[in-house]
Each structure stands twice: as C-alpha cells, then as structure tokens.
C-alpha cells in the first residue's frame, strides 16, 4: 500500500517570497508522483507529475518539484509566490498500471500575503 | 481533451433522506473512474472506483454506493444519509499519461 505525507498543513508566506511544500511517501513499489492545486470549492487541478525520466520537473504557473527516491521525497517549489498563488495543495502517488486510483496527502494550505 | 460534469455542485439534504450525485465524462471512452470524498482537515478520501460497466470496487465500508449504468457515467447514491456523510465529492477520470482529470465538485451538506 501506499501514503503520502505532507508535513506542513499551513504555510503562510509574504508575496514574492519562495515557498517549499513538502512531501514524503511511503511505497513498496514503484509509483508515479503528482501535485494538485485546488481553489476554494473548486476541483482539482494538475500542475505538475513525476512518470520517469529527470528529477527536476516543471509545471505549471512556474512551479517545480524534485522527485528524491533516496529520501522518498517530492518537494514542490516555486522561487516567487504571488497572491494568486493562495490555494490548497496536494501531493498524490499512484502505482504505474491502468485503472489505479490517485492516493492524496491530506494537503498544505499555502496563504500569500501581501 | 477530457471533461467531467458533475452535478449538481451544491446539496443540502436532511438526514436520513436519499442521495444521487451524478458524474458524466465527455472526450473518451472506457474511461477509469473514482469518486473521492473532501472533508475538512482529511485530504481525499478514495471512495469507489470502476474499470467498465457495472465493475465497482469500494475502498472503504460505508453508507453509500456507486454504480455505473453507462460507459462514461458514474453514480454516487446513499439510500440515507448520515450526518458524517457531509464533505465535497470530487469524481475523477484516468486520462493518457496518467493525467488523471477532476470534476468541479459537488458540495453536499446533510443537516
């Protein structure tokens, strides 16, 4: 079975700070690595994920995120947040073949001030 | 590209009364489908996923059910509700490369 953890459930910033998010999972097998943005009552929205290839991997609205299978650690990153930038996030897992199901963290509040 | 409608996107709804939240994909076939429950301070919550018509899998006991009448449509129901089952209910599709597309939500609140 998989999990996810995210260790920050708030995480309060000035605008045009940097911000890290962090995330470990846990996994007996190899899996897939993803962030998710929610806005308030709004659905999911993808802005980055780890399949293969290099660590180091940009999304979306100038967001990256490290993949670290040594520390088992997908730490999402953006060098300057805007106000926009306030939201929920999470980090998810899933197991590399069809049909299975995205596992969230239970997700950090990122809120921008200015 | 893929969309999911859900509907509709705000419920209230007294205990002990029934409930259906209906979600839709439009842009593929045979697609992968989960519902996920929101509810504060727990992440989401995997509820039930399908593979195909009628093949549901729950993940978690409880006091609701899913079905999948059609190939692209995927049905939450509970026959009566529990206070507890309050949350936002998220239905999501399996795309290419796992890009795993979601709806907008539905946000039910059982009083």
Partial sequence: AQSVTQLDSQVPVFEEAPVELRCNYSSSVSVYLFWYVQYPNQGLQLLL??????????????????????QTSFHLRKPSVHISDTAEYFCAVAQPRAGTALIFGKGTTLSVSS | SQTIHQWPATLVQPVGSPLSLECTVEGTSNPNLYWYRQAAGRGLQLLFYSIGIDQISSEVPQNLSASRPQDRQFILSSKKLLLSDSGFYLCANQGVSYGYTFGSGTRLTVV
């Fill in chain 1, 49 to 70: 994920k780890y399949l293969s290839g290099s660590t180091l991997v940009k999304g979306i609205n100038g967001f990256e995120a490290e993949f670290n299978k040594s």
